[in-house]
């Protein structure tokens, strides 16, 4: 199916675009578009590792400011901004290379699907949890990625729908605000964070505040209002109510087995492993929006459960009614190691079937020799 995205963000047209049509400039024709987009995806990685290097339970910016170096703030503000612009490029050098391919585009929204949540976690680490004067608490962070996710999980449902992928206005000014925290922190220090700046409110509450009111009030009535001008000019891709629904059913229910777990874990397992928690709700959404995203390329159906849900309801199970006892937070790292393993695998398998099918290799523009 032919890739079609419509983006309309002001910030996006007229100050950013004009941004990257320069810095396309500088891209060798050689480089493959895929090797943009994953350099930008290990860049995001490299710097969640190392700020959970320096704040592994998300405290550090809380009780000793300082713990983290500025060179870290000033690092993280400069791979966000690369990861930034080599996703925005990506696209565009393929038109330009003419090597744009579904391999390309199911690469680029995959590893946005997991760099959605890294980004989130590690920007947790600016405004650090809640210590009783300040920061946020665990559960506003559960809250907040899940937010995040959602409006992730919304502009590939409407694709899957409409077969427009509306570019959300939160990414680019969430990317924007993203480097700007970082500086700001670099520049005055992660106390500004932990200091009320109006009216008593600190500006993590304006920054939840931002989220909340750009998800339920923009995002979202978008989406569905998108949904019902295609339903209107009769150019839906699903004939029924229930193909359309589909693909929200295993998001939907993955999010609610996360918040049974957190809700009812004995030991309270977010607040002991925060970390580790989300990293696992990150991994566990992105592999749940890959199926969907690659249904919505394939034009076929979605599982109506998806895989990974069955052993996530027994551990949860386990885990809630008190079975798993002391033995909660190991359970937890395992299953996230599994997790993850099983996400790369995937990713990997998916990505090389696709080059070979294509006749194409995932980070180079020669032609495969065929056999």
Same mark, same amino acid.
């Given at each position: 199916?032919? =890739?079609?995205?419509?983006? /309309?963000?002001?910030?996006?047209?007229?100050?950013?675009?004009?941004?990257?049509?320069?810095?396309?400039?500088?891209?060798?024709?050689?480089?493959?578009?895929?090797?943009?987009?994953?350099?930008?995806?290990?860049?995001?990685? $490299?710097?969640?590792?190392? #700020?959970?290097?320096?704040?592994?339970?998300?405290?550090?910016?809380?009780?000793?400011?300082?713990?983290?170096?500025?060179?870290?703030?000033?690092?993280?503000?400069? /791979?966000?901004?690369?990861?930034?612009?080599?996703? @925005?490029?990506?696209?565009?050098?393929?038109?330009?290379?003419? @090597?744009? *391919?579904?391999? %390309?585009?199911?690469?680029?929204?995959?590893?946005?699907?997991?760099?959605? @949540?890294?980004?989130?976690?590690?920007?947790?680490?600016?405004? @650090?949890?809640?210590?009783?004067?300040?920061?946020?608490?665990?559960?506003?962070?559960?809250?907040?990625?899940?937010?995040?996710?959602?409006?992730?999980? &919304?502009?590939?449902?409407?694709?899957?729908?409409?077969?427009?992928?509306?570019?959300?206005?939160?990414?680019?000014?969430?990317?924007? $605000?993203?480097?700007?925290?970082?500086?700001?922190?670099?520049?005055?220090?992660?106390?500004?964070?932990?200091?009320?700046?109006?009216? %008593?409110?600190? #500006? /993590?509450?304006?920054?939840?505040?931002?989220?909340?009111?750009?998800?339920?009030?923009?995002?979202?009535?978008?989406?569905?209002?998108?949904?019902?001008?295609?339903?209107?000019?009769?150019?839906?891709?699903?004939?029924?109510? =229930?193909?359309?629904?589909?693909?929200?059913?295993?998001?939907?229910?993955?999010?609610?087995?996360?918040?049974?777990?957190?809700?009812?874990?004995?030991?309270?397992?977010?607040?002991?492993?925060?970390?580790?928690?989300?990293?696992?709700?990150?991994?566990?959404?992105?592999?749940?929006? &890959?199926?969907?995203? #690659?249904?919505?390329?394939?034009?076929?159906?979605?599982?109506?459960?998806?895989?990974?849900?069955?052993?996530?309801?027994?551990?949860?199970?386990?885990?809630? *009614?008190?079975?798993?006892?002391?033995?909660?937070?190991?359970?937890?790292?395992?299953?996230?190691?599994?997790? /993850?393993?099983?996400?790369?695998?995937?990713?990997?398998?998916?990505?090389?079937?696709?080059?070979?099918?294509?006749?194409?290799?995932?980070?180079?523009?020669?032609?495969?020799?065929?056999?």
């Amino acid at each position: 199916s032919q =890739y079609s995205a419509v983006d /309309t963000n002001p910030l996006s047209v007229y100050v950013m675009q004009p941004i990257w049509n320069e810095i396309i400039k500088i891209v060798p024709l050689w480089i493959a578009p895929n090797l943009l987009t994953f350099s930008g995806f290990v860049m995001i990685l $490299v710097n969640y590792f190392l #700020i959970s290097f320096y704040d592994w339970d998300y405290t550090a910016s809380g009780t000793s400011p300082g713990l983290v170096p500025t060179w870290v703030w000033l690092f993280s503000a400069f /791979t966000t901004f690369c990861a930034y612009a080599l996703d @925005s490029i990506d696209g565009k050098h393929a038109r330009r290379t003419q @090597s744009s *391919t579904p391999l %390309g585009e199911l690469f680029d929204h995959g590893l946005d699907s997991w760099a959605t @949540s890294i980004f989130v976690l590690s920007f947790f680490s600016v405004c @650090s949890r809640d210590n009783g004067q300040a920061g946020v608490s665990v559960y506003t962070m559960y809250m907040y990625l899940s937010i995040v996710l959602f409006n992730f999980m &919304c502009s590939h449902w409407e694709k899957y729908n409409t077969g427009v992928l509306f570019l959300p206005w939160g990414y680019d000014i969430s990317q924007v $605000v993203l480097i700007a925290a970082y500086l700001l922190t670099a520049t005055v220090g992660v106390e500004v964070w932990h200091k009320p700046f109006l009216f %008593g409110y600190y #500006i /993590t509450d304006a920054l939840v505040i931002l989220l909340i009111g750009f998800s339920l009030f923009l995002s979202f009535p978008q989406t569905l209002y998108n949904i019902h001008r295609a339903h209107l000019k009769k150019t839906l891709k699903n004939a029924s109510l =229930y193909e359309g629904l589909l693909p929200l059913v295993s998001p939907l229910l993955l999010f609610l087995l996360l918040t049974v777990w957190v809700v009812l874990s004995p030991g309270n397992i977010l607040a002991k492993q925060p970390r580790l928690f989300l990293w696992m709700v990150g991994v566990a959404f992105s592999n749940v929006i &890959c199926k969907v995203i #690659i249904c919505q390329m394939s034009s076929t159906q979605p599982e109506l459960l998806h895989g990974l849900l069955f052993p996530l309801a027994l551990v949860v199970c386990a885990a809630s *009614t008190g079975l798993l006892g002391s033995m909660e937070e190991v359970v937890l790292a395992t299953f996230t190691l599994l997790l /993850t393993a099983a996400h790369l695998h995937y990713g990997l398998c998916v990505g090389l079937q696709l080059s070979e099918h294509l006749n194409i290799y995932i980070f180079s523009l020669k032609k495969r020799v065929q056999e």
